[in-house]
């Protein structure tokens, strides 16, 4: 079973920063992508950021330029620094994981459960 757990979400006042971190867990062979979407109240998931094993991020275009999303291939971890944050940045950040799974090398996608980041005006 593989699971990605997420911290640091939480209020934080316009032009605040906040991190989250995901970490995942797991018989993970190798985690091709990892990234964060957002769903706020009444709207669809959107796409935050996103990286690849080799580095390669792309990113929102409402979020580029204040977020920056990192990861540490050894630990199977995944950042996202979130600086001079607006009131419409507030949702629930998900985790996102795609991955090869043990024993059979399977390819899966993985969410985690999800944390709230509030930005208050």
């Known amino acids: 079973q593989v699971q990605l757990v997420e911290s640091g979400g939480g209020l934080v006042q316009a032009g605040g920063s906040l991190r989250l971190s995901c970490a995942a867990s797991?018989?993970?062979?190798?985690?091709?992508?990892m990234g964060w979407y957002r769903q706020a109240p009444g709207k669809q998931r959107e796409l935050v950021a996103r990286?690849?094993?080799?580095?390669?991020?792309i990113s929102g275009d409402s979020v580029k330029g204040r977020f920056t999303i990192a990861r540490d291939n050894a630990k199977n971890t995944v950042s996202l620094e979130m600086n001079s944050l607006k009131p419409e940045d507030t949702a629930v950040y998900y985790c996102?994981?795609?991955?090869?799974?043990?024993?059979?090398?399977?390819?899966?996608?993985?969410w985690g459960q999800g944390t709230l980041v509030t930005v208050s005006s």
């Open positions: 797991g018989a993970i062979r190798s985690i091709n992508a």
């Open positions: 990286i690849t094993r080799d580095d390669k991020t």
């Open positions: 996102n994981a795609a991955l090869i799974v043990l024993p059979d090398y399977r390819s899966l996608e993985v």
